[in-house]
């Protein structure tokens, strides 16, 4: 099940993002930078995450309608989906990579860069032939977007940590499972899932279901001070679910792993 849902949306996924984009430059002749429009302009990399993000919501939701234990399942689909990701767009930039040379013939401009410095260039399909190193992908996405947010974070430069949060797939997965366990378990108490997604509005509902202070909600928005009241808001919501005090810590400090195991794999609420 896990393989045939990656496959399906990562092949959806290709065809949205880095199949069009590159059947347009082909067919428009795109070939400098220089000679970007309008829909360079659309379609950038804030669009194709967030037809990531899309795309996950409607993995996880079908994840879960076809088992009743899902969160291990959605690990691994999420995992499929990042190595599918990344094998299909290497197989759709080499068929465009000739496919431009056929019907463009463009001059050749320069030789391919590997590693880190292909990741830079958003045309390698088009103008170079790529290269497959599994060594880059696992590099480029489980180590880097590490690197480079500690390093953001070093140098308090709040631009370009937020920026990587959300440039990240890896990252970007993690926050969709968080947000989409949240939505979950606001549907699970009958509430309105989409708050779940709104910052501010998903811890009033949380201090609601869990019958707590609404003043609370002023330690929350504050940072470390805020896990205090986690902890005990989680504390108190894993009592429904037959948990243990280790596991609400587990909730306050890794929220997105934790909160997915309560909502796919525990007791579900009346």
Known sequence: MELKIGLKYSLIYLLLTSFLFSLYNVISNIQQPGQFGIFHQIFDTYFTNLVYIIILFFVYKEVINKSEKGFYKILIVSFLIIVFSYVFKYLSDLIFHYLNQTINKPVKTGEYRGGILALLNDFEGIFYKPRFSLSDFLYSTFILPFQLVFDALYNRQLAHFLYMLFTSKLFLTIFVIYF???????????RNGIH???PIKNNLVLLNITHKPIWWIFPLCIPLLRFIPKYFINKEMVKSFNCSSAFAMGMTFLPWFFYGRLVFDKVKVG
């Not at 366990?181 to 108490?189: E, G, I, P, T």
């Open 180 to 190: 989409f366990s949240l939505f979950c378990l606001f549907k699970q108490y009958n």
């Open 196 to 198: 779940a997604i709104i």
